[in-house]
């Protein structure tokens, strides 16, 4: 039995911790230098690999009445274009848009990757990763700030807001300097990582907790350690949603970023 | 045999976070739920309310993450 739940859940070890979140090297035979071809980059791999194909078949043989395939396709699409694009960015949001489209369905595949089989593991519960996505994030809003007004003007616009007193600016420029460049960006990271780490980390608490009540051989133990397995089908449920919400959330903030950036009247 | 009488142990830092969730918990919900009057009184301000709360949830929330941040890092 224990083999089986193995096989279906590849988690060991309790009681869970941060060393539940260890990659481990897939060649281990190769030597250190190939360490760092670990379980999570590869799960990386297969996600950007299954959202450009996701795309890309959505993306074939359209028609002007759609069928079931791209109807689906339009309903996803939708969801950036409208209610997260051109809601926030306004006329010029169709620049934008493919990075805003990417930066979602990665996220969310990723997420989901912490409730799928085989893999039971949100990626972005390694900080590593969040990291990676707000630096492409900030680069983007930074960068359209800059190609719209100019490295100083942009700097200026950014850290100054419009009608403040001279006497107040040695206060609120590094103020807003803080808050712009860096807080913001650590901050849309930080909320990405913390929510999978504990979500995920509540997950092993259940499922391993449930497991070793289970096996424990002692009838009140086992009724509580099923309890906590049937209860874990509650927050893995949570965890799909909570998944989604930080997909939602992290691409509505880079669009807000970026709309902040460009924005005509400060 | 189960180890079930392990002791318990532990952070404080993790009740302290706990406490500090309250704040950033209170912010958020009030936001929101501005957002929701708002919209109940003018549906078509809705694009508008939405933009501004969601710079302030961002900026109200930095506060939980920064509280969850310091809980690790500071022994």
């Given at each position: 039995m224990?083999?089986?739940?193995?096989?279906?859940?590849?988690?060991?070890?309790?009681?869970?911790?941060?060393?539940?979140?260890?990659?481990?090297?897939?060649?281990p035979e190769?030597g250190?230098s190939?360490?760092?071809?670990?379980?999570?980059?590869?799960?990386a791999?297969?996600?950007?690999?299954?959202?450009?194909?996701?795309?890309?078949?959505?993306?074939?043989?359209?028609?002007?009445?759609?069928?079931?395939?791209?109807?689906?396709?339009e309903?996803?699409?939708?969801?950036?274009?409208n209610?997260?694009?051109?809601?926030?960015?306004?006329?010029?949001?169709r620049?934008?848009?493919?990075?805003?489209?990417?930066?979602?369905?990665?996220?969310?595949?990723?997420?989901?990757?912490?409730?799928?089989?085989?893999?039971?593991?949100?990626?972005?519960?390694?900080?590593?990763?969040?990291?990676?996505?707000?630096?492409?994030?900030?680069?983007?809003?930074?960068?359209?700030?800059?190609?719209?007004?100019?490295?100083f003007?942009?700097?200026?616009?950014?850290?100054?807001?419009?009608?403040?007193?001279?006497?107040?600016?040695?206060?609120?420029?590094?103020?807003?300097?803080?808050s712009?460049?860096?807080?913001?960006?650590?901050?849309?990271?930080?909320?990405?990582?913390?929510?999978?780490?504990?979500?995920?980390?509540?997950?092993l608490?259940?499922?391993?907790?449930?497991?070793?009540?289970?096996?424990?051989?002692?009838?009140?133990?086992?009724?509580?350690?099923?309890?906590?397995?049937?209860?874990?089908?509650?927050?893995?449920?949570?965890?799909?949603?909570?998944?989604?919400?930080?997909?939602?959330?992290?691409?509505?903030?880079?669009?807000?970023?970026?709309?902040?950036a460009?924005?005509?009247?400060? | 045999?189960?180890?079930?009488d392990?002791?318990?142990n532990?952070?404080?830092?993790?009740?302290?976070?706990?406490?500090?969730?309250?704040?950033?918990?209170?912010?958020?919900?009030?936001?929101?739920?501005?957002?929701?009057?708002?919209?109940?009184?003018?549906?078509?301000?809705?694009?508008?309310?939405?933009?501004?709360?969601?710079?302030?949830?961002?900026?109200?929330?930095?506060?939980?993450?920064?509280?969850?941040?310091?809980?690790?890092?500071?022994?």
């Amino acid at each position: 039995m224990s083999a089986m739940i193995g096989l279906l859940i590849p988690l060991e070890g309790f009681p869970p911790g941060v060393n539940s979140f260890d990659s481990k090297p897939l060649f281990p035979e190769l030597g250190p230098s190939w360490y760092w071809v670990n379980n999570h980059l590869i799960q990386a791999v297969i996600a950007t690999v299954l959202v450009i194909g996701f795309w890309l078949w959505m993306a074939r043989e359209q028609k002007v009445v759609p069928g079931k395939r791209q109807f689906f396709g339009e309903l996803a699409y939708n969801l950036v274009r409208n209610s997260i694009a051109r809601d926030i960015l306004g006329h010029e949001y169709r620049r934008f848009l493919p990075y805003l489209l990417a930066l979602f369905s990665f996220i969310l595949v990723n997420n989901l990757f912490g409730e799928f089989f085989l893999f039971m593991f949100p990626t972005f519960s390694k900080i590593g990763y969040v990291w990676g996505l707000a630096l492409c994030s900030w680069i983007l809003y930074n960068g359209a700030g800059i190609h719209k007004y100019g490295l100083f003007t942009y700097l200026r616009k950014a850290t100054l807001p419009e009608g403040v007193p001279v006497l107040l600016w040695p206060l609120i420029i590094p103020l807003e300097f803080l808050s712009n460049f860096i807080v913001r960006p650590v901050t849309l990271a930080l909320r990405l990582f913390a929510n999978l780490f504990a979500g995920h980390l509540v997950i092993l608490v259940f499922v391993l907790g449930g497991t070793l009540l289970l096996e424990s051989g002692q009838a009140f133990l086992v009724a509580a350690g099923g309890m906590s397995l049937i209860f874990s089908f509650a927050i893995f449920a949570l965890e799909l949603f909570v998944g989604f919400l930080q997909a939602y959330i992290f691409t509505v903030l880079t669009a807000q970023y970026v709309s902040s950036a460009v924005a005509e009247e400060h | 045999m189960l180890p079930l009488d392990a002791v318990l142990n532990g952070s404080l830092n993790m009740i302290g976070y706990g406490l500090a969730t309250l704040g950033p918990g209170l912010g958020v919900a009030w936001i929101f739920s501005s957002v929701i009057n708002g919209t109940a009184r003018q549906p078509e301000a809705r694009g508008a309310m939405l933009s501004t709360a969601w710079i302030g949830f961002a900026v109200v929330e930095a506060l939980a993450i920064i509280g969850i941040a310091l809980a690790f890092v500071i022994k």
